[in-house]
Nanobody
């Protein structure tokens, strides 16, 4: 199982980006899917995730600005990021769990004027 994250880039504050994560290799019905991020010098943190009960959890810092969605049949999930702030700058990783945990390679998001 390999995860491929895409959609990162550089935007100005207030801009938007949409991240995508695609699964290759052995595919299951991935229901626990999410996004994490890691800024320089900081620990990796949860951004948004679907839990095993299909409940969505967001980090407080992104509530109202980011939206996670998924297409289970396609084994893809997304993170729509609006009203981006400089503090959102980080490497974003997609994540899933099906017994084992799997991580994407990360995609850089830079928010700067």
């Amino acid at each position: 199982v390999q995860l491929q994250a895409s959609g990162g880039g550089s935007v100005q504050p207030g801009g938007s980006l949409r991240l995508s994560c695609a699964v290759s290799g052995r595919r299951f019905a991935f229901t626990i899917v999410g996004w994490y991020r890691q800024a320089p010098g900081k620990q990796r943190e949860l951004v948004a995730t679907f839990t095993g009960s299909s409940i969505i959890r967001y980090a407080d810092s992104v509530k109202g600005r980011f939206t996670i969605s998924r297409e289970i049949r396609k084994a893809m999930w997304y993170l729509q990021m609006n009203s981006l702030k400089p503090e959102d700058t980080a490497v974003y990783y997609c994540h899933t769990k099906k017994g084992d945990e799997y991580w994407g390679q990360g995609t850089q998001v830079t928010v700067s004027s």
